[in-house]
């Protein structure tokens, strides 16, 4: 059993930064890619990107793309998102997962997930 445990959310004023952070359980954490994804309130999830088991390959949403991160660190079974130049079309909660891809269906365990607010 994968546990994941997201922090680092809260609320922030609009063109600021927040870097959120996964933790995972086990000892395969450096076997897997890890995916982030965003849920708006009365919208669906959505992809915000993801990092392949070693780093090389990380793929990101047009609507991140050039003002967000993610990264990993294998050794401590944590993987980052670095948010900046926030604005209030940001605000949801976001989630990790362990999988690959842009679809939900290419992730088992998922994380219970972090509010990110952003205000004007």
């Known amino acids: 059993q994968v546990q994941l445990a997201e922090s680092g959310g809260g609320l922030v004023q609009a063109g600021g930064s927040l870097r959120l952070s996964c933790a995972a359980s086990?000892?395969?954490?450096?076997?897997?890619?890890m995916g982030w994804f965003r849920q708006a309130p009365g919208k669906e999830r959505v992809f915000v990107g993801c990092?392949?088991?070693?780093?090389?390959?990380?793929q990101y949403a047009d609507s991140v793309k050039g003002r967000f991160t993610i990264s990993r660190d294998n050794a401590k079974n944590t993987v980052y998102l670095q948010m900046n130049r926030l604005n209030v079309e940001d605000t949801a909660v976001y989630y990790c997962?362990?999988?690959?891809?842009?679809?939900?269906?290419?992730?088992?365990?998922w994380g219970q997930g972090t509010q990110v607010t952003v205000s004007s």
């Open positions: 990092i392949s088991a070693r780093s090389q390959i990380i």
């Open positions: 997962a362990r999988g690959w891809g842009p679809a939900s269906a290419g992730y088992d365990y």
């Open positions: 086990g000892r395969t954490f450096s076997s897997y890619g």
